[in-house]
């Protein structure tokens, strides 16, 4: 027994001084790939020696004697961080992640083949404007300079996740680059998934009001009629079709309309600022991730300092500051997109009809490799309206009539796409009236861009606009036979059409991806907005003051009142606040009693500490599931998330709204009061069983927490602990600090998608401007600027936005010199 006991603990401490050594391999192998920013290093493609100064918060401050050799530092400066999340950015918009990710990725290939993007970016390089190719050129050969060091240098093939994924990396191209600009319009778009959703809805619902209760044109619009989808064709759609979901792959570029991109920006003119410079704040809104969307960095260019946040893969500030202005970017909402139906010719599948009769379609065959499988090919189809998009895909089989196929026409789908120029333009800029020029570049995504110097402020609408006839069918709002000449794009409207204010009389300018015109169509840019709600809260705190401040710009920025909150309690619990009898402890009228009780007494605000915020989400996701679930059946998964506007509609009544409140499979007539009761203790009880029935000890972070996940190694056991950042954290989705939840699964307010980065600029004062992003510079986990600037943001704390030279290198943690081979 003894010696059995003795050979048990020689094998148990073998087995541990075996793992601790593997533990020890594969940190030494990571570790190689962390970078070293103190060094000095000759490379290939400068012209004179260049210094990357990074400070205390890894910033990266770049000094060079040229503008390219600067362009070519960044490049390197990227690629140092987060070549990881470039190299995969890059093989998504090419259409090339199951070569290494194996079928799991195949349907995301597979789309992005369809639209080929990647070609297009190729084809674009050649419509930039000089300045534009020479940072292109200039960032690539610092891409390559630091694949070509870590080659040579074994320096851990640049990332740790290159040891557990066979991903060869190509040297970076121009294309590349405008490839980025091109995934980021596909990720803020999200016309064309409400097009197919609209259609979807409109099969189901007899009556036009109530689909309008349910996807509103936007509050003002003087509109036609919708056409009732199904009356377009003369074929007949079924009413419950299969779904098709997006990938959830957490690669995947494509995101519901829920998702499709937000923002807040705006501007103060000196008028109306206490200390006499224009003011600027900007944070735009995309889904999280470590490392997250967004890199810091401070370029040193012949026309003066910019700096400000970066995505890496594009040589641009695309939000920031220079000397003399500043800019920011939200999304606009434009319609850019447009599905058609195409009629298939019955004699000849591989032709469509168009206005001039049955054509071919344009084919191509495309070759996608996957890992551990057989290579797939693809036949890609295009049509003069644009590329054909299975019914596998965006649920557009269920409103597919049959021998027709679906297209989309996308402003995103030029060849000659500048975009990218008038991203690097704006740096060079000294004026709004110069920025407003620079933005006729700009194709897709469609933006809109609020600027301020030290004179004036403006907000002007960048990109595409669709020229469509007065006579299309739908007016862009649902899928539209693409064989009709009136709907079909007449080319675009001239740049001076897009929305332009400049100066206003009150001297504030800014937008939360609410409504900014009220034009008639076919100029009337938008059917759909992002935004009815955090408008009427940022209105009231920009009007709460004469003057405004940096700090209060801060306070807009994370301002945590939802007026939704504040416009639906009253409504909905009209008829049970402080109702009914005292009922026994245990009861779910006692529940429900207290539950209201603490409604009562809140003001809407959405913080992480209070219990309100979460009695309140779930008691309005419940009541809205209660009221669209009997109609819609399975298509009401679709709502995941609250429409505030369609509550309101039924509690008031407009229309005869009210109709929804009524469960048309049931004998009895519910009425609206017994619907929000009836979910209230939905509520309830589904907290009850996640968070326990103390409403008291809520807390609204504990539900809310704010997922920085790793797309890859985020599901790893053991690795998700360390690559990703979870954090408690206020908001919702319709406050100004807005944190949009995730609406699905175990966990629908977990805080998925917001500002990754905020910025406000003082013109008074420019070196006390600030900024900051959700996780930190490095995409290396190992790194301690993975996550530090994480809990900064998380407090609503920021970091200094200077161009002071000096500054940057008395906080320096390393200095690289660069200089040429």
């Not at 004062?765 to 959700?774: K, L, N």
Request: with cysteine.
């Amino acid at each position: 027994m003894t010696m059995l006991f003795k050979w048990l603990m020689r094998l148990t401490s073998g087995l541990i001084v075996i793992a601790l050594l593997v533990l020890l391999a594969v940190y030494y192998l990571a570790s190689r790939s962390l970078p070293e920013y103190s060094k000095d290093l000759s490379v290939t493609g400068l012209s004179a020696p260049v210094e990357i100064v990074r400070d205390h918060a890894n910033v990266p401050h770049i000094f060079g004697q040229s503008d390219a050799d600067v362009f070519f530092a960044l490049g390197y400066a990227h690629a140092q961080d987060r070549l990881w999340q470039m190299v995969t950015l890059r093989r998504t918009v090419q259409g090339r992640l199951s070569e290494v990710f194996g079928p799991r990725t195949l349907t995301i290939d597979k789309t992005m083949r369809r639209l080929d993007l990647y070609t297009l970016a190729q084809k674009s390089v050649s419509a930039q404007d000089a300045r534009s190719r020479m940072a292109l050129d200039a960032y690539a050969n610092g891409v390559n300079a630091r694949l070509d060091e870590i080659n040579r240098d074994a320096l851990g093939r640049g990332a740790p996740e290159m040891f557990l994924f066979n991903m060869p990396v190509a040297p970076w191209q121009p294309a590349d680059s405008v490839a980025m600009i091109k995934l980021m319009a596909l990720q803020l778009s999200g016309h064309m998934d409400t097009e197919v959703l609209r259609a979807r809805v409109s099969l189901l619902l007899d009556n036009a009001d109530r689909l309008s209760d349910l996807l509103p044109d936007a509050p003002g619009s003087g509109v036609a009629a919708l056409p009732r989808y199904a009356s377009l064709f003369d074929t007949a759609l079924p009413k419950f079709a299969a779904t098709t979901p997006l990938p959830e792959s957490p690669l995947s570029p494509f995101h519901r309309r829920d998702f499709a991109g937000a923002s807040n920006g705006w501007a103060a003119a000196a008028s109306r600022s206490a200390a006499g410079g224009t003011l600027i704040a900007n944070d735009p809104h995309l889904n999280f991730s470590a490392p997250g969307t967004w890199y810091l960095a401070r370029l040193q260019l012949s026309q003066g300092g910019v700096i400000g946040a970066t995505i890496p893969g594009i040589p641009a500030i695309l939000t920031g500051r220079s000397g003399d202005l500043g800019w920011g970017i939200t999304a606009s909402y434009l319609d850019d997109q447009d599905v058609f139906i195409e009629k298939l010719n019955p004699d000849n599948p591989e032709e469509y009809l168009t206005p001039d009769g049955y054509k071919p379609f344009v084919t191509r065959k495309s070759i996608i490799e996957v890992a551990d499988a057989k290579p797939l090919t693809l036949t890609l189809r295009w049509t003069e309206n644009g590329p054909v998009l299975p019914g596998t895909m965006f649920d557009l089989g269920t409103i597919t009539p049959k021998d027709h196929v679906a297209t989309l026409s996308w402003t995103a789908l030029s060849p000659q796409d500048s975009s990218i120029s008038a991203a690097i333009g704006l740096m060079y800029a000294h004026s709004t009236q110069q920025a407003i020029e620079t933005g006729a570049l700009m194709i897709a995504p469609s933006l809109n861009l609020t600027l301020a110097d030290h004179d004036q402020i403006a907000l002007k609408t960048l990109g595409a606009m669709p020229r469509r006839t007065a006579r299309h069918q739908s007016k862009g709002r649902l899928p539209s036979p693409g064989w009709i000449a009136e709907n079909r794009w007449q080319g675009r409207h001239s740049y001076a059409a897009n929305p332009e204010f400049v100066n206003p009389i009150g001297g504030i300018v800014g937008n939360t991806n609410n409504k900014i015109v009220d034009r008639p169509f076919p100029l009337h840019i938008s059917y759909d907005w992002g935004d009815t709600q955090r408008i009427q809260r940022w209105q009231r705190l920009m009007q709460s003051r004469q003057v405004h401040t940096r700090d209060s710009f801060i306070e807009t920025q994370l301002d945590t009142v939802s007026p939704a909150a504040r416009t639906l309690l009253p409504l909905i619990g009209a008829d049970l606040w402080f109702t009914g009898q005292a009922a026994p402890e245990g009861t779910a009228e006692r529940q429900r009693q207290r539950a209201l009780a603490l409604l009562a007494n809140w003001n809407g605000e959405m913080n992480e500490h209070l219990p309100e915020p979460l009695i309140y989400a779930a008691w309005v996701r419940a009541l809205q599931d209660r009221l669209i679930r009997d109609d819609l059946g399975p298509l009401a998964d679709s709502f995941n998330h609250v429409e505030p506007l369609f509550i309101e509609r039924v509690f008031r009544d407009v229309n005869g709204a009210a109709k929804w409140c009524d469960v048309i499979q049931s004998a009895p007539t519910e009425t609206c009061t017994d619907m929000a009761r009836f979910a209230l203790d939905d509520a309830l009880l589904w907290i009850g069983e996640r968070y326990g029935s103390a409403l008291e000890s809520l807390r609204w972070g504990d539900a809310h927490q704010a997922a920085h996940d790793h797309p890859i190694l985020g599901e790893v056991p053991v690795l998700k602990s360390f690559v990703n950042i979870r954090q408690s954290t206020s908001g919702g989705d319709q406050t100004l600090m807005r944190g949009v939840s995730s609406g699905t699964g175990d966990t629908p307010f977990q805080n998925v998608h917001g500002a990754g980065f905020r910025g406000v600029y003082d013109f008074a004062d420019p070196d006390s401007s600030v900024f900051i992003t959700a996780t930190g510079q490095s995409g290396h986990f190992l790194s301690s600027h993975y996550d530090d600037l994480g809990e900064l943001w998380r407090r609503g704390e920021y970091i200094p936005m200077s161009l002071d030279e000096n500054l940057a290198r008395a906080a320096a943690v390393g200095i690289t010199r660069l200089s040429p081979r």
